[in-house]
């Protein structure tokens, strides 16, 4: 049983001992530069390659491309999110393979190869991912961090660069990871930092996250995975309805319960809502919905908005504030190293 106490957030030896957790998170904005940089030579061969029947990505973030292209794109995108590849992909399509899932992105790699296709692969280029996938199909993005959001911003250039998707700025991309850093800095007053106030909104509560547009609800998964691994409690991000259901069947607030006592009561959810300013008509109710349950219920709401930049801008800035806010909350609860 761990209990939050918040003024670890403003410890200089707690914070000192999470430096190397928290310096991971301040540096994603450099790891983008640097993938970016080692990939402008293979980038650039792109630009004389016809465009091809279809798209089919696979490995992290694959979710993620299909998000950003499936509204520009002019030939069908796919992220497949199966071992080996549909039986109609060939040599007239495109495969995108993000490394890092070990044995299955191998066999990816080798069945693209076998069948033809134009190979694009982000890895290590002394990997035997690099090797497995070699052909003279193959373009070899050189991924060294293990970021799956870097390489994502790599392949959204690549796919830029081949006419199927919207410019992609990595420095501008980077720029805003900075300022998310920044601002959730170990040294910046918890009055001021975002990531700190959503780990005291979440410091006793069950993680709700939602996020009405498509990039927003890719975060809100992305989120609850990190504060569930953070917290060691149950967190869920789904629909707009089936989160709704939850907040009704909540425990009402106990305002004679003591904090410090285990088991006086049931614990409550949170509710975080991102927002990233592409909510359509429907996800604008729905938010709406939300909100409106969360307060008649007592039930505290946290908000990651940003709604400036390109939607890859946004959606990094929430998603790296949320990464920051799981952490703060991992080190309130004294789950980091002493």
Request: with cysteine; glycine share 6%; hydrophobic share 45%.
């Amino acid at each position: 049983m761990f209990d939050f106490d918040d003024s670890r957030l403003e410890d200089p030896e707690v914070l000192a001992a999470a430096a190397p957790l928290l310096m991971n998170l301040a540096s994603s904005g450099a790891r983008v530069r640097r993938e970016a940089a080692m990939a402008e030579a293979p980038l650039a061969a792109l630009d004389d390659v016809d465009r091809p029947r279809a798209v089919i990505a696979y490995g992290p973030e694959a979710r993620l491309l299909r998000a950003v292209l499936e509204p520009v794109c002019p030939v069908p995108f796919v992220a497949w999110p199966a071992l080996g590849l549909p039986g109609w992909v060939g040599p007239l399509d495109i495969v995108l393979l993000i490394g890092r899932r070990g044995p299955e992105s191998m066999a990816v790699a080798h069945e693209a190869v076998r069948r033809g296709c134009r190979l694009i692969v982000a890895c290590p280029p002394d990997s035997p991912l690099a090797e497995r996938s070699a052909s003279r199909s193959t373009t070899l993005l050189p991924v060294n961090t293990g970021d799956p959001l870097a390489a994502a911003v790599v392949f959204l250039v690549a796919l830029h660069r081949l006419g199927l998707g919207p410019s992609t700025n990595p420095e501008a991309i980077a720029a805003a990871m900075d300022g998310v850093a920044e601002r959730c800095a170990a040294r910046t007053d918890v009055s001021v930092n975002p990531a700190k106030t959503m780990a005291l909104d979440l410091a006793d509560a069950s993680p709700l996250v939602w996020g009405g547009s498509v990039l927003a609800a890719r975060a809100s998964r992305r989120i609850v995975e990190a504060l569930r691994l953070a917290s060691g409690r149950i967190g869920l991000a789904a629909d707009a309805s089936d989160l709704r259901s939850l907040l009704h069947q909540a425990p009402p607030r106990d305002p004679f319960a003591d904090p410090f006592e285990e088991g006086t009561q049931e614990r409550r959810p949170g509710l975080v809502l991102i927002d990233d300013g592409q909510d359509d008509a429907a996800a604008a109710e729905a938010r709406l919905r939300l909100e409106r349950t969360a307060q008649a219920a007592d039930i505290r709401i946290t908000r990651l908005e940003h709604f400036e930049d390109s939607v890859v801008e946004r959606y990094a800035t929430v998603l790296l504030t949320g990464l920051f806010s799981a952490a703060y909350l991992q080190i309130g609860l004294g789950r980091t190293a002493p």
